[in-house]
C-alpha cells in the first residue's frame, strides 16, 4: 500500500470512531506562528497561565514532541447540542462542559485510531494530544484543512460552525496531506468582538485571555476582579457567547456521541438549586465533568460573585 491508501484508511477509521472531520498536516516548524505566539505571551494576553509561557519550542515544532514526526491527523468532534437548562434565569454552563469529559472521550478515540494504524498499516511511534500540551491545534486544524480561525480565535468549519473539539496524532508515518485552509469566510462580521462581555477579543484574531469569562471562571484560581462585577452575562463556568452570535454556527446539528448527554439532573436545576448546591450534589452532577476542574469551591466562588 502507498501513502494515499494510509491516508484514505486512516480516515475513513476517524469516520467510524465517531469523528466530525479528520484531516492530515505535515509536522514541520512553525515559522510564522513563531511572532504571533511570542507577541501575545510579551502582552501577558495569556493572564494567570503560566503554563502557556512554557516549552515556546515544542509549541512550534511538533518534531520535539514526537521523534520523527512526520504527519499529524487533526481530528473534530461535535459537541453541539439543542438541549437547554429549564431554568432560563440559573447560572450558565458552557455546552461543552454538560457531559463527560472531552479529554477522557478524545484520547480514548484516539488511542483506538493509533492502535488501527499500527495494527492495519504497520507500526508508527506516535502520541495524541487533546489540549493538554504545548500544540497548537487550532494551527495544525487549520493547516490540515479542517476551517479558519475566525476573530474570535475559534476554528469554524463551514459546513458545522465550531461547537467542536480537536485533537491530534502525532505520528511518524507520512501521508497524503491535506491543503490547508487559507480562506478567512469571516468577512466584515464582528458579531462576536460586539457580542463579548467583558470585551476579551480586543482586535479581529487577538483574544486577551485575562479578560475571558472562560479563563476568569475557570483558569483563573484568585478572587474575581471587581471590575468585572455585571459584566459576567451570567456565566459561572465558561462562555459561549462568542459562538452563538456566530453566523456560521447556524450549521451545527446535535452531536451524537452518548458521553456527551448531561447528566439527567444537571438541565433541571434552577438558580435556587445553584445558589444552595452542596459538596455532595457537585460531586454527582460532575463526577466525570470537564467542570471538576474548578473544585466546589471555585463553582461556589463564580456563582456567588453573580449575585
Given at each position: 500500500m502507498n501513502q494515499a491508501q494510509h491516508t484514505l484508511m486512516i480516515k475513513a477509521e476517524?469516520?467510524?470512531l465517531g469523528f466530525l472531520f479528520c484531516g492530515i498536516a505535515q509536522a514541520t516548524f512553525l515559522e510564522n506562528e513563531a511572532p504571533r505566539l511570542d507577541n501575545w505571551l510579551r502582552n501577558n494576553y495569556n493572564g494567570k497561565m503560566a503554563y502557556m509561557e512554557n516549552h515556546f519550542d515544542k509549541r512550534l515544532d511538533p518534531r520535539l514532541l514526537v521523534d520523527n514526526a512526520k504527519s499529524i491527523i487533526s481530528v473534530a468532534l461535535n459537541y453541539f447540542t439543542d438541549?437547554?437548562?429549564?431554568?432560563?434565569?440559573?447560572p450558565k454552563?458552557?455546552?461543552y462542559a454538560y457531559g463527560t469529559d472531552y479529554h477522557f472521550v478524545i484520547k480514548e478515540k484516539l488511542a483506538l485510531l493509533l492502535q488501527y494504524i499500527n495494527e492495519n498499516i504497520g507500526e508508527v511511534d506516535g502520541r495524541a494530544f487533546v489540549d493538554s500540551a504545548p500544540v497548537l491545534d487550532k494551527v495544525w486544524a487549520q493547516k490540515a484543512g479542517l476551517g479558519w480561525q475566525g476573530k474570535h480565535s475559534n476554528l469554524i468549519n463551514k459546513k458545522a460552525g465550531s461547537f467542536f473539539f480537536i485533537g491530534e496524532l502525532i505520528?511518524?508515518?507520512?501521508?497524503?496531506?491535506?491543503?490547508?485552509f487559507e480562506t478567512d469566510h469571516c468577512g466584515t462580521c464582528t458579531k462576536c468582538i460586539d457580542a463579548c462581555p467583558t470585551e476579551a477579543i480586543i482586535a479581529p484574531y487577538v483574544v486577551d485571555a485575562s479578560k475571558c469569562i472562560s479563563y476568569l471562571t475557570i483558569e483563573l484560581k484568585d478572587n474575581?476582579?471587581?471590575s468585572f462585577k455585571g459584566k459576567m452575562d451570567n456565566w459561572m463556568f465558561g462562555c459561549d457567547v462568542c459562538q452563538d452570535v456566530c453566523p456560521w454556527n447556524r450549521f451545527s446539528v446535535p452531536h451524537t456521541v452518548p458521553e456527551f448527554t448531561p447528566h439527567p439532573d444537571l438541565l433541571q436545576m434552577t438558580k435556587q438549586d445553584w445558589q444552595e448546591i452542596t459538596d455532595d450534589v457537585f460531586g454527582k452532577l460532575f463526577k466525570s465533568s470537564a467542570l471538576k476542574r474548578t473544585k466546589f469551591t471555585g463553582l461556589k466562588r463564580n456563582i456567588d460573585f453573580l449575585n
Open positions: 476517524a469516520q467510524r438541549q437547554k437548562p429549564l431554568d432560563a434565569t440559573a454552563i458552557s455546552t505520528i511518524d508515518l507520512p501521508l497524503t496531506y491535506d491543503i490547508p474575581l476582579p471587581n
